[in-house]
């Protein structure tokens, strides 16, 4: 923005209301604001009749917490029904969880809660390439280069995070998903899982990674799997009040595995690869989970 220079009023100067009010015609706007009129951070909340205000703030850490991956937590993937998720614990394996304290965080229809999270995972499998079992859903066949064919992984097989919070008590003993989020156990004809619309604090990471070349007219004729090694899987959650106001007491994050993307009536879902998830492996370290509470206004 312009610097606006008008020099002050010294004894001599001739002084009347005209010449006065001119003296303010350079600070006048005569249209928007803009990114050419007024400098970075010449605003503040305090300057709109409406805003977004921080309330509260928590944060922890979670996981096993050793950074150098000398030891982590091992967990094989679930099966079953229903699959029981696992909670991300510490190294005694006793759940870590943001708790907000004795009275807890009341959200009411002028909150947002924002949740986010991150942890250090290593997945891998203990066989070799277990999803090309019969039944399993992570591999397509194709021609091979020279004759008989080559099966090569989806590329999709994943293990889903999510989020679980208590709204009963700060004994922290009644977690449930989320809104917005399943536990990968609805029926989807022989599988069980989520719709992607019922995942909406999940993320996932690859329980493997394997490619294939096709150099000659789309046959291929080599193949290589790729360990995922130690890598990061993170989250963030933000969840708008509509109804009546509701205490929340803490917040966790939980995970299964592993899952394979599946369609069937035009609807898209994550549902849980039994076949597989038997040979499914992944390791934890340590991560961060974190929490907002903002006031609309």
Known sequence: ???????????????DATDLNDRFDDYSQAGALNRFNVRDAAFDLGHFQTGVFLQRSADTIIGYND??????NTVSGQTGTPAT?????DSGATPT?????????????????????????RPYYVTSRPWTAVGALGSYTFAQLGGGSIDVATGVECWPFWLQWDVTSNALANFVDVPGQGDFNTT???YKGNALADCGSTSVVPAFLETAAAPVE????????????WTSVAGAWHYLRSVTSTT?????????????????????????????????????NGGSLQAVLMRRE
């Not at 923005?1 to 002084?15: K, T």
């Not at 789309?218 to 090694?229: A, H, I, K, Y």
């Not at 394979?260 to 998830?277: E, I, K, M, P, Q």
């Open 1 to 15: 923005m312009s610097r606006i220079i008008r020099g002050r009023i010294v004894d001599g100067d001739q002084v």
């Open 67 to 72: 950074w150098k991956h000398t030891a982590s």
């Open 85 to 89: 998720p696992h909670i991300v614990s």
């Open 97 to 121: 969880v943001l708790s907000f304290g004795a009275s807890g965080w009341t959200i009411d229809t002028t909150n947002i809660l924002r949740v986010y999270w991150d942890l250090s995972v």
């Open 188 to 190: 989807v004809g022989a």
């Open 218 to 229: 789309g046959e291929f004729n080599s193949r290589l799997t790729v360990d995922v090694g």
């Open 248 to 284: 929340v007491f803490g917040v966790r994050v939980v995970f299964t595995g592993v899952c394979h993307s599946f369609n069937t009536g035009g609807v898209n879902y994550l549902v849980r690869d039994d076949a597989v998830s038997t040979n499914a492996r992944l390791d934890y």
